[in-house]
């Protein structure tokens, strides 16, 4: 069991940045992977950006070039850089952890909410 508890997550106008951190009770090492996730209302919860244990990473085609996401594997610790915000990316956010490949994510956060004003 992990628990993960997400922050940084508010209202700002577009253009602007927000890094979101989800913290994790225990180490993140053993995870294959830990993803950034976000729901908009209506919508489908959609991956925006994964890093596996390796270092590797990917990204929604819609964040491509915005975003970043990172790990600190000393703090158990995964971030979301997210810069040039828009309007589209307002949404809660929520921090996953996926154990096993091709597996689809075991953990989930609380979920932030982003909030994008234009």
């Known amino acids: 069991q992990v628990q993960l508890v997400e922050s940084g997550g508010g209202l700002v106008q577009a253009g602007g940045s927000l890094r979101l951190s989800c913290a994790a009770s225990?180490?993140?090492?053993?995870?294959?992977?830990m993803g950034w996730y976000r729901q908009a209302p209506g919508q489908q919860r959609e991956l925006v950006a994964r890093?596996?244990?390796?270092?590797?990473?990917d990204y929604a085609a819609s964040v491509k070039g915005r975003f970043s996401i990172s790990r600190d594997n000393a703090k158990n610790t995964v971030y979301l850089q997210m810069n040039s915000l828009k309007p589209e990316d307002t949404a809660v956010y929520y921090c996953?952890?996926?154990?096993?490949?091709?597996?689809?994510?075991?953990?989930w956060g609380q979920g932030t909410q982003v909030t994008v004003s234009s």
């Open positions: 890093i596996t244990s390796g270092g590797n990473t």
């Open positions: 996953a952890a996926t154990q096993g490949v091709g597996r689809p994510p075991g953990y």
């Open positions: 225990r180490s993140i090492i053993r995870f294959n992977a």
